[in-house]
Every structure is written in C-alpha cells, then in structure tokens.
C-alpha cells in the first residue's frame, strides 16, 4: 500500500456527514455476506452532494501525482468506481474504461467497457476495498486484455489485514483517500458516536467474520 499527501481525516468526516457511512454499533446491519456489522459504507451518496463530489475527485488527483503514478488511462469498477473514476479521467484528461462483474451475456459479451489501446497504463478506481476481490478481479481482468495496470485507488478501506494480503498476492500497488482508523477516530471527536462504542467498532475490524 503506497501513501500519499491527502487529508484522510476531511474525506472521513465528509463521508459521515453526508451519512455515505453509517455506525450502529447497537444495532448491527446484516451484509450480503450474512457477517453482521457495526459500519455501512455506500460511497454512491457522494454523487449527490457536488463540493464533496468535487473534494473526493481533487484528492484522487493529488494522491496519483503524489505518488508519480502516470497513468494514460483511468478505469473504474462498476458500479461504484463508474462515476468518481469517470470525474477523475475528466480531470487528467485522460481516456476512461469501466469494468464490469462479470462479460455481458449478450450483444458484444464485453467486460471491459470503452475504447481503450492495449498499450495504455491503466489507474482502476473503486469506492470501498473490503477483502480486495471484487477489486482486484477487476485488475485481473484488464490485465487479462493486455492492459498494463500500475495501480488502484480507492474511496475507502476497512482496513482488514485479509486485504492487504490479496493486494500483496497480486502484486498491485493501492491507495485509499480514508481509511477505517481515520474514520473511528474522526466519528468520535465529533461525537458520531460515544468514547464507550470505541472498543466495539476496533474488535470488529479485528475478526469481523465472528464479531456479534
């Protein structure tokens, strides 16, 4: 994972104001994968609130020339990366992609949806790593069609160590503009949620499969 110059505390605090997360330490959601959780994370509220909108797309361009990152063409991961990653081409000029789940079953059967040139150096942008899969499938994928991938970046990170190792095994270099830590500690100064609810929000990101 490479750092950058970013405020990682003002992305977290926006992303709470405008409720993109949620904390429910006392009454948990249900994710897809049936793990219970104190944290909902729908990055796609940002859309909707156009200076946080607009902040979000600065940090993603101050982080990749923070890290000399270069890339000549910018992919996002549908569907959340779609929109932020399309902001982000049109603010480096860049041409841009977007990667779907799974090949269409129908029509052209693509993928991989735009006009890119094989030899581009491809940024994929995501809004939430999680366990890293969804994106680094992505990553497999275009590298899969002979893209060149120098690297991901995304919204947010829960920060779980499971991530960190698929980044590693696939040997994809990856930012986030906030992180986990950055948000427990920003949701309690400003009073998100009690000093009390510290403790349960941290042992949750330790073994989230077994947290109830």
Avoid at 158 to 173: I, L, P, R, S
């Amino acid at each position: 994972m490479i750092q950058s110059n970013f405020n990682s505390a003002k992305i977290a605090e926006f992303l709470l104001k405008i409720k993109a997360i949620k904390l429910q330490p006392k009454d948990p959601f249900t994710w897809a994968s049936g793990w219970k959780s104190p944290i909902y994370c729908d990055n796609r509220k940002i859309l909707s609130h156009p200076q946080i909108r607009s902040a979000v797309k600065d940090e993603f361009v101050k982080a990749i020339k923070a890290n000399s990152l270069l890339p000549t063409a910018i992919a996002g991961v549908a569907t959340g990366g779609i929109a932020i990653g399309a902001l982000v081409a049109e603010s480096l000029n860049l041409p841009f992609c977007y990667v779907r789940s799974s090949a269409k079953a129908h029509g052209l059967n693509n993928q991989i949806e735009g006009g890119l040139k094989t030899d581009e150096k491809v940024l994929v942008i995501e809004d939430l790593i999680s366990s890293g899969k969804s994106s680094l499938a992505a990553v497999k994928a275009l590298t899969e069609n002979n893209y060149n991938v120098i690297g991901l970046g995304a919204i947010f990170s829960y920060g779980f160590k499971k991530a960190e190792e698929n980044f590693q095994m696939a040997n994809c270099t990856y930012f986030t503009l906030t992180n986990y830590a950055s948000l427990i500690e920003i949701a309690a100064s400003n009073r998100y949620i009690d000093n009390n609810e510290i403790d349960t929000l941290n042992n949750w990101r330790k073994s989230p499969e077994t947290w109830s």
